[in-house]
């Protein structure tokens, strides 16, 4: 019988921790990362007393699958079960960090949470927005619903990272700014999520006797991005992903950030004012065509033929007051829900970014046009302050370090035709936009993808586009095998809804989580209409609505009865 080398290292180092016998007793076993393992798990005292022996333990260079430095664990403790809304069990929480290969480079900061009562399943959850904070992966999933155990709970570790550099001091204004690090920047696009689920494997191989037979990736906004990131290029190294708002196409993204931002130099800030009468426009315009008038846009794709900007133009476009728009004004929407157009074609031949739907003018929480488009002042320039909108100061922090590599760069002058070699370069390092996936279908993977229609954050025609794209390439039958895509009408980027004239929150929840797993382990895949629910916050989390997810090219059209209840609506087409 062979011995895998690195197993024999692993059940050495662990002899004295958990006893010889019960090492030997998983000599059969195989060391692969999804190959089931012979020999028992250790038991919770077993695991009570190794988990701190981890501290100070390394991860080889050569056992990660990138080039890398060595990984070091700077801690590793006990964290006692926790009670209340959402319990934690007694886990090993375990901290470490991932060298720089060249000087000037920060660490890749991670964090692995090992239950104790541990289901032989892993998940990554991505970041969001520039990153640069860690994410220790204990908090809810996005979109889960209220009084969803948390997947600790269900016996899932857990991981993530800052996906490798801080940027605790600068990211409120320059989040950016690491870019103008080449090797911070190339972890942040992809390097860093592979490195960190190679070292976890490894820790886990180490402290459980075994790696995880199932490896899950979570992620929504940059982290969705991660998610189809790693489908794309590591596709072997994870067998489901759960990918929420996905910024898909991130290079164009970023540019129509800039497109919308430029107006608003010159007159073209939106007032909340202005926002609100321009939501209420919306509203009264497009609210009936999903068959009721409760205050959301559920037809996503119906509105946008109904809507005219142009028709809200003030007088002369001078602006006259908060029921009409000025031309600078109008400028800002129409690069808002307007396509952003690129000189040249970029990786995979994007050319357009999409606009965003209408429905999501105003949402709970700030969420909206008031977040991410326009805060209704002058933006500053060249640093953006804290009262910009996140898109403007996301617009400049990518204009002035991840494509002029110059913080004073004038956003006002960004001009990509000036930029094509960068831009072009920046594609390939960061768009997830390769719709080849027959890799990840061939090794059994699973995918999730679920767009916002009311997200103003990036547009969900782009999540629709590119899985069109996908079925171009592979062929329907292929991608229905493997791949779903639900829509959840009128729910903004962080997936929260409400009626714009009752202010009532809608069902937007959905354990996404567990459909993916179920779809991966029995080889069912999700229905097509998935029911979203709106629970109590607090315990029992009593549902106190529900509403179908449709799968595209669907909407949940109500038919009849109680609005609250997924059982009055039907999934029927959305069409322009």
Known sequence: MLIHPDALRRWAALAAVVGVPALLAGCGGDDDDNAPAARPLPDAASLRTACPTLTGRTVA????????????????AIVAATTGAAPTPEYCRVSGSIAPTAAGADPIVFQVNLPLTWNEKAVMVGGGGFNGSLVNSLAPLRDAPAGQPLPITQGYAMFGTDSGHDATAYNTTDPGKFALNDEMFVNFAHASYKKVKDVAHSLMGTYYLRKPAKQYYYGGSEGGREGLMMAQ??????????????VIYWTGLFNGFINFSKPQFTGGALSTAKISAFAKTVNDTCDALDGAADGVVSNYLACASKMNLASLRCVAGADTGPTCLSDPQLATLQATYGPTVLPFAVANGSTTYPG?????????????????I??????????????????????????????????????????????EARIKAVSELMDASNPNLAAFRARGGKLIIRENTGDMAQSPLAGINYVQNVVSTMGQSNVDSFLRLYVSPASSHGGTA??????TEVPTTYDLL?????WVTSGQPPADALVQVRNATTAP?????SRPMCRYPNYPQYVSGDANLAASYRCAVSAP
């Open 514 to 518: 567990g459909a993916l797993d179920g």
């Open 541 to 545: 989390f009593t549902t106190l609505a």
């Open 356 to 372: 965003r739907l209408f429905g999501g003018e105003v949402q709970l929480g700030g969420e909206g046009i008031g977040r991410w």
């Open 498 to 503: 409400a009626s714009l004239t009752t202010g």
């Open 233 to 246: 290029r590591y596709p072997a190294d994870f067998d489901g992903i759960v990918s929420v708002v996905p």
């Open 61 to 76: 260079a050569a056992d990660i699958g990138l080039p890398s430095a060595p990984a070091t664990v700077t801690a590793a």
């Open 374 to 419: 326009s805060t209704g002042v002058v933006p500053t320039v060249p640093t953006p302050v804290a009262t910009d909108a996140r898109g403007v100061i996301y617009g400049s922090s990518y204009a002035r370090y991840v494509i002029a590599k110059d913080a004073n760069f004038d956003v006002r002058t960004f001009n990509a035709a000036a930029f």
